[in-house]
């Protein structure tokens, strides 16, 4: 059973940086692609951005030159989201999201995480 678990979020002022990590467990062989979505109150779940087994990286014109989605060199099922100059806008839930994931056993599929709260506030 592959499992994402997300951490890191909290409270933070305006122009603040919060690190969320990610960390898929179970019997991994391969991930294609992780990503990092967000959803606010009222608002349909939205890409923040992803990053391919190959390395290659998108992010959604709302944060690019601000965040930064990575994976953990030492850590390869731990995917990484390091957020700077923080907007009140940038308040939602984040949920990573793991596509295309192939397990030891044979098996593949979609799995998402549970969520980690991020609040943009003075």
């Known amino acids: 059973q592959v499992q994402l678990a997300e951490s890191g979020g909290g409270l933070v002022q305006p122009g603040g940086s919060l690190r969320l990590s990610c960390a898929a467990s179970?019997?991994?062989?391969?991930?294609?692609?992780m990503g990092w979505y967000r959803q606010a109150p009222g608002k349909q779940r939205e890409l923040v951005a992803t990053i391919t087994r190959g390395g290659t990286t998108n992010y959604a014109d709302s944060v690019k030159g601000r965040f930064t989605i990575s994976r953990d060199n030492a850590k390869n099922t731990v995917y990484l989201l390091q957020m700077n100059s923080l907007k009140p806008e940038d308040t939602a839930v984040y949920y990573c999201?793991?596509?295309?994931?192939?397990?030891?056993?044979?098996?593949?599929?979609?799995?998402w995480g549970q969520g980690t709260q991020v609040t943009v506030s003075s």
């Open positions: 179970g019997s991994i062989f391969s991930i294609d692609v």
């Open positions: 999201n793991a596509e295309n994931v192939r397990t030891l056993t044979g098996r593949s599929g979609n799995y």
